[in-house]
């Protein structure tokens, strides 16, 4: 019987998951793995299409359990778009989306810090910012 390979994923995962008093179980790397391959904002039904293949005997409820317990330990990002499903970003540098309207795409904007610090200067007085979320929504120049 072959062994499984080990991963680099299944280090971090493993840790921040103890961190969190969960253990890494197969479902929860395959799921994270799926993330972390294509980042492309998956919903859960699109992760799960994707990890079916790898565990057969899998249900969607697993997979969004996972998810959820994914976002919870902060390894992947919950991210929503209006009344869209929940989509799933494991990029968890400051950055911004820019939802695609025509095509549902969703794509990564990396912030620079001195943005990040220029947005944050607008908060009001004795406010301070834990987090920032910016979407930008729009199309392709050329779908116009």
Known sequence: MASRPSTTLSGPL???LADSGLRATP???VVYDVLLKKRDHPT???VFARVKPALAGISLATVYNCLETLVQCDL???VN???GPTRYCP???PHAHF???ATGA????DLPPAVLTKIKSVLPAGYEANAVEITFRGKAKSAR
Do not use: C, K
């Open 99 to 101: 939802h695609d309207d």
């Open 81 to 83: 778009f209006e009344r």
């Open 106 to 109: 969703t794509h990564d904007i």
């Open 76 to 78: 992947v990002r919950a």
């Open 14 to 16: 493993a840790r921040r």
């Open 27 to 29: 479902q929860r790397e």
């Open 44 to 46: 859960a039904e699109e």
């Open 91 to 93: 990029n968890l540098r």
